[in-house]
């Protein structure tokens, strides 16, 4: 039997029985980074389509993910939904590619689940592979992993919206000084920004708001 750690935070979200019914012991509390605990050097973040969109739309998810690499060298993201997009309530979809870009770029791998019971499964069977099986031979390491900065991130977002260059990007975060405020202002203020005309100024607009009004 498998033992998994669960944040206190996952009871409502039914799988944690779902693991006990794979065969997995569970033990339920406060955890410090992470909503999984697998093995000593593997912990997952568990988030729903709608609640990815959400925390990175609002600057949460960097944070999150800095802590889950700081406290495992083996760190996931689980995101769950058949939908990557998150329907009209989600952000663009170049922005929440280049978002889920961003994230392995960050050196946390990123995992795609239907559904709670297939995350279950992909969680049940990560304990495994951590817990029991014998761990895969060394391979002679070619290529350093390429990784950037967590400040790195907001420009690597920026330039997944169609028409925003590496440069513009930079001239949006030195003006607004985050993504966050990026995302929260107005065209008329976008187009203050030199290199940002009506057509860079919608695009970002339709990249970091909900895709319907009023949703």
Same mark, same amino acid.
């Given at each position: 039997?498998?033992?998994?750690?669960?944040?206190?935070?996952?009871?409502?979200?039914?799988?944690?029985?779902?693991?006990?019914?794979?065969?997995?012991?569970?033990?339920?509390?406060?955890?410090?980074?992470?909503?999984?605990?697998?093995?000593?050097?593997?912990?997952?973040?568990?988030?729903?389509?709608?609640?990815?969109?959400?925390?990175?739309?609002?600057?949460?998810?960097?944070?999150?993910?800095?802590?889950?690499?700081?406290?495992?060298?083996?760190?996931?993201?689980?995101?769950?939904?058949?939908?990557?997009?998150?329907?009209?309530?989600?952000?663009?979809?170049? +922005?929440?590619?280049?978002?889920? !870009?961003? #994230?392995?770029?960050? *050196? $946390?791998?990123?995992? %795609?689940?239907?559904?709670? &019971?297939?995350?279950?499964?992909?969680?049940?069977?990560?304990?495994?592979?951590?817990?029991?099986?014998?761990?895969?031979?060394?391979?002679?390491?070619?290529?350093?992993?390429?990784?950037?900065?967590?400040?790195?991130?907001?420009?690597?977002?920026?330039?997944?919206?169609?028409?925003?260059?590496?440069?513009?990007?930079?001239?949006?975060?030195?003006?607004?000084?985050?993504?966050?405020?990026?995302?929260? +202002?107005?065209?008329?203020?976008? !187009?203050? #920004?030199?290199?940002? *005309? $009506?057509?860079?100024? %919608?695009?970002?607009?339709? &990249?970091?708001?909900?895709?319907?009004?009023?949703?």
């Amino acid at each position: 039997m498998v033992r998994i750690l669960v944040d206190v935070q996952e009871r409502r979200s039914g799988i944690p029985e779902l693991l006990a019914e794979l065969g997995a012991e569970i033990e339920v509390m406060s955890l410090a980074a992470g909503d999984y605990v697998l093995g000593d050097d593997t912990i997952v973040e568990r988030k729903a389509v709608l609640d990815l969109h959400s925390a990175v739309r609002r600057g949460h998810l960097w944070a999150q993910l800095a802590k889950l690499r700081a406290a495992c060298p083996f760190p996931y993201l689980l995101v769950e939904g058949r939908s990557i997009d998150g329907g009209h309530r989600g952000l663009h979809p170049n +922005a929440i590619r280049g978002a889920c !870009l961003a #994230v392995i770029d960050q *050196g $946390v791998a990123l995992l %795609r689940s239907d559904d709670r &019971a297939d995350t279950a499964r992909w969680l049940h069977r990560l304990a495994v592979r951590c817990q029991r099986e014998a761990p895969a031979p060394a391979l002679p390491q070619l290529v350093p992993r390429a990784t950037i900065q967590a400040e790195v991130v907001p420009e690597a977002m920026l330039t997944a919206v169609p028409g925003i260059s590496t440069v513009t990007a930079r001239a949006l975060l030195e003006r607004f000084g985050s993504l966050t405020a990026i995302a929260i +202002a107005s065209q008329d203020e976008l !187009l203050e #920004v030199p290199g940002i *005309g $009506v057509e860079r100024a %919608r695009a970002i607009v339709d &990249a970091f708001r909900p895709l319907a009004s009023g949703a």
